[in-house]
């Protein structure tokens, strides 16, 4: 509950219709895209500028109360779920593109801006920008770069880390900062920019983005490899890369997944195949071929039993939709779909593959995996139900050990859904204690009194990590 006082001047700075802490707000900003986690906040604030953002801050500050910034509550590591209370910040109303610099290709937009909408106002200028996670109709600029979201294009394009170049965010003491610019190079001291990038709400709020553009690729060929065995398809991955080709997009999906992909979407998915491949080349045409021909040639001598090549831009649209829309599809499975991102390296992804099935076999739990092969990036996700309590901790067990078999192969606990709260305990089995504490350190020099987003990154105990016997 807050002081009056509190909620009198949070009134004042936004205006009243902006300030919200009637139950049904509270109840909305309680949870976000992650199941089976709910804490009321004591407010829910709207701003509509930087100086809101600063003045708002001030105010908090003064009065030790929590702060958890919030774009569309998209993300899947509980990183809004406000669990020590205080104020949700929504970043909605932050929401221009402030401007496109033609000259130095780039773009500055406020961080409360929906990704497909800032994209497509790109686009109709004839420019690009590749980060396109799964997620960018629903998701904020803000969201994006605060979890480092990757997307299909991430394998040649990076991740959204590549393309911030500059940002403005507001500390907890309310204080403006200003990192980077529209500039390529930019050594003048720590580099913040990158910092606050996958900061996760915890080391400021960023209001504004500079964001790197690039030229759109001339020509696009998208073309669907199907494999009886998955051991192909993996290797078919790494046989790729081998052969100095990056392509655009390289995605994979089991057959639990085609097959719930195919019923959501009726795209006409190869049911009977353990695996598919979906590939995306683009750039100048000539390579463009070369490269799909070569692309073409592996997939073959690794056994693919069919390949498919898109003829036309809307049949390429079909096969990177039935990809996007793995996660919707396989949520309408079950009440509760806990997905995650155990990422390893990706001459590794077959024996990752292989580990996640055993696992879920001897936790007896449905676990279905996609994902990113090329980036090593794979989303084994569980369906289950929240209600059958029994059922969820088997899937927690399974989780664990999912993790667990990711850093053993070399690999980390989350390539780009973040730590938040859900893979908090697991932290420390990735970057050791020494890590953990150079972070707390940076998490003080920002943030001295624990207001932003506390609760997440950091967690109060470190899961005990269990020896996995493989045999
Ligand atoms: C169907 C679906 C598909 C998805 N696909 C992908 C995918 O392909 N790739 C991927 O990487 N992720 C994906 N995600 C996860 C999620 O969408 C991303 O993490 C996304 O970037 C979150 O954006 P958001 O605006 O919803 O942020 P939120 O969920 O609101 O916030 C995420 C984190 O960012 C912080 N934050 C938000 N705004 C700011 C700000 N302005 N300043 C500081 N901190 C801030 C929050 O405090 C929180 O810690 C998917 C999720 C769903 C539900």
Not at 276 to 295: M, S, Y
Not at 296 to 309: F, K, T, W
Not at 403 to 430: N, S
């Amino acid at each position: 509950m807050l002081d009056a006082a509190v909620t009198r001047r949070l009134r004042q700075i936004v205006g009243d219709q902006h300030f919200k802490d009637d139950r049904q707000s509270l109840v909305a900003h309680s949870y976000d895209g992650t199941p089976m986690l709910q804490s009321l906040p004591d407010g829910v604030i709207y701003p509509e500028s930087t100086k809101q953002v600063s003045e708002i801050m001030k105010v908090l500050a003064e009065y030790r109360i929590p702060i958890v910034s919030r774009g569309s509550g998209s993300n899947l590591c509980g990183g809004t779920v406000p669990v020590e209370g205080g104020i949700v910040m929504v970043m909605h109303r932050m929401n221009r593109i402030l401007e496109v610099d033609m000259e130095n290709l780039t773009a500055t937009a406020q961080t409360g801006i929906i990704t497909a909408e800032f994209t497509a106002h790109i686009e109709s200028l004839g420019l690009f920008y590749p980060p396109d996670p799964s997620s960018m109709k629903i998701s904020t600029l803000g969201g994006n770069i605060a979890e480092c979201s990757g997307g299909l294009r991430g394998l040649k394009y990076g991740t959204t880390k590549d393309y911030v170049i500059g940002l403005e965010a507001v500390l907890a003491n309310g204080e403006i900062i200003r990192t980077g610019g529209k500039l390529m190079k930019d050594v003048a001291g720590y580099d913040l920019t990158k910092l606050l990038v996958g900061s996760e709400g915890t080391l400021a709020i960023i209001t504004e983005a500079t964001l790197k553009l690039v030229p759109p690729p001339k020509s696009k060929k998208t073309m669907l490899a199907m494999y009886k065995d998955l051991y192909g398809a993996a290797r078919t991955v790494s046989r790729i890369i081998e052969a100095k080709i990056i392509p655009a997009t390289l995605e994979f999906m089991d057959n639990p997944t085609i097959r719930v992909v195919d019923d959501f979407a009726k795209l006409g998915l190869p049911r009977d195949m353990e695996a598919i491949l979906l590939i995306e080349q683009d750039g100048d045409p000539e390579a463009v071929e070369r490269d799909i021909d070569l692309i073409r040639e592996i997939c073959v001598s690794e056994q693919a039993d069919r390949l498919e090549v898109a003829e036309t831009r809307e049949q390429a649209e079909k096969l990177l939709t039935a990809r996007r829309s793995a996660f919707t599809a396989l949520a309408r499975l079950r009440p509760t779909t806990i997905l995650e991102d155990a990422t390893v390296p990706r001459s590794r992804i077959a024996d990752m593959v292989l580990r996640i099935n055993d696992i879920a076999r001897k936790y007896n739990v449905s676990i279905a995996t996609f994902g990113h092969a090329g980036d090593g990036n794979l989303h084994p996700t569980a369906t289950t139900d929240a209600r059958d309590q029994e059922e969820v901790h088997r899937v927690e067990q399974a989780f664990e050990e999912i993790f667990e078999a990711a850093i053993d192969l070399g690999g980390t606990i989350t390539g780009e859904h973040g730590v938040g709260l859900v893979k908090a305990p697991f932290l420390e089995w990735k970057i050791g204690s020494a890590g953990i504490e150079v972070m707390k350190g940076i998490k003080r020099a920002f943030d001295p009194d624990n207001l932003l987003n506390p609760g997440k990154i950091f967690a109060k105990e470190t899961r005990k990590r269990v020896v996995i016997q493989h045999g």
